[in-house]
């Protein structure tokens, strides 16, 4: 996982889970600043501590993988609505990475992306639909 998605993944649970950076690290059992700097890709946490991390927020750890392939559809989508035909094939390969999910799923996220493109008014639909993937695994 790269350091600004691991970033971008952590703060997206924790704020779908409508916790703080010191709730978390509370949870978790780290400090606060260390959450902070998780967040801002500043330090990648070492595997206990993310561990620690995802347990916290009550999810199981496929949740960052569902997470940062999430993150990878929404790049993917704004690489194909704004670039050209080179950063598209680019875009495209960004989606064949999820070849192995299933036709029901990638219908989740294609609607995730296309959710996401809308605007904040549909909000809590997105907040549905991703929860519903990450708990896809349970």
């Known amino acids: 996982m790269a350091n600004d998605d691991l ?52 999810l199981p750890l496929s949740a960052l993988d569902q997470t940062l392939a999430f993150i990878q559809i929404i790049r993917a989508q704004m690489l194909v609505d704004t670039d050209p035909p080179a950063k598209r094939e680019r875009a495209s390969s960004l989606f064949s990475e999820a070849s192995a999910i299933s036709p029901r799923e990638r219908e989740r996220r294609a609607e995730i992306a296309e959710i996401a493109s809308e605007g904040g008014r549909f909000a809590s639909r997105l907040t549905r639909l991703l929860l519903e993937l990450m708990s896809h695994d349970r």
């Not at 649970?13 to 890709?41: F, K, M």
């Open 7 to 58: 970033a971008a993944s952590l703060s997206i649970l924790r704020t779908i889970r409508r916790w703080s950076q010191n709730e978390l690290a509370e949870a978790a059992g780290i400090t606060n600043s260390a959450v902070s700097d998780y967040e801002r890709g500043k330090v990648d946490p070492q595997t206990q501590t993310l561990q620690k991390l995802v347990r916290a927020l009550g």
